[in-house]
Nanobody, 129 residues
C-alpha cells in the first residue's frame, strides 16, 4: 500500500504551464512503477500520461510528448509532472499512481494506466481556450 497526495492543479489558459506534485509514502523494496494518469470526466476511462520505470527511464502518452515532463525526488518521496503548452484536451482530473512493476507491453505506462492499485485523491486541471 502506497499513500499518495497530489497537489498543484488549477485553471490555466491554453499555452500556459502547471506543475503537479505528488507526495507519496516510502516505496516497498522491489521494482516499482510511478506515474500519472488522468480521467477526462467521471466515468471515462483513465489515460496513462507519464511513467517512470524502475531503471529511471520515462515514457509518455503520445499526445503529451514534448510538452510534459515527469520527474521524481526520491529523497523527498515526491513525484512531479511539469505540464507545458497545455491545451484544452489536457483538461482532466490528474492522479499520481504507483504499483509493482509488471513485465507487460507498454511497460510502466501500461501499468499506470490499467493495473495500478495505489493512487491519490486527484487534482483537477482545467485548460481554457
Amino acid at each position: 500500500q502506497v499513500d499518495m497526495v497530489e497537489s498543484g492543479g488549477g485553471s490555466v489558459q491554453a499555452g500556459g504551464s502547471l506543475r503537479l506534485s505528488c507526495l507519496h509514502s516510502k516505496l516497498p523494496q522491489r521494482p516499482y512503477c510511478l506515474g500519472w494518469f488522468r480521467r477526462p470526466a467521471p466515468g471515462k476511462e483513465r489515460e496513462g500520461v507519464a511513467a517512470i520505470e524502475p531503471d529511471g527511464s520515462v515514457s509518455y502518452k503520445d499526445s503529451v510528448k514534448g510538452r510534459f515532463i515527469i520527474s521524481r525526488d526520491s529523497a523527498e518521496n515526491t513525484l512531479y509532472l511539469q505540464m507545458n503548452s497545455v491545451q484544452p484536451m489536457d483538461t482532466a482530473m490528474y492522479y499520481c499512481a504507483a504499483d509493482s512493476f509488471f513485465d507487460v507491453a507498454g511497460g510502466c505506462l501500461s501499468v499506470i494506466q490499467s493495473l495500478a492499485q495505489n493512487w491519490g485523491q486527484g487534482t483537477q486541471v482545467t485548460v481554457s481556450s
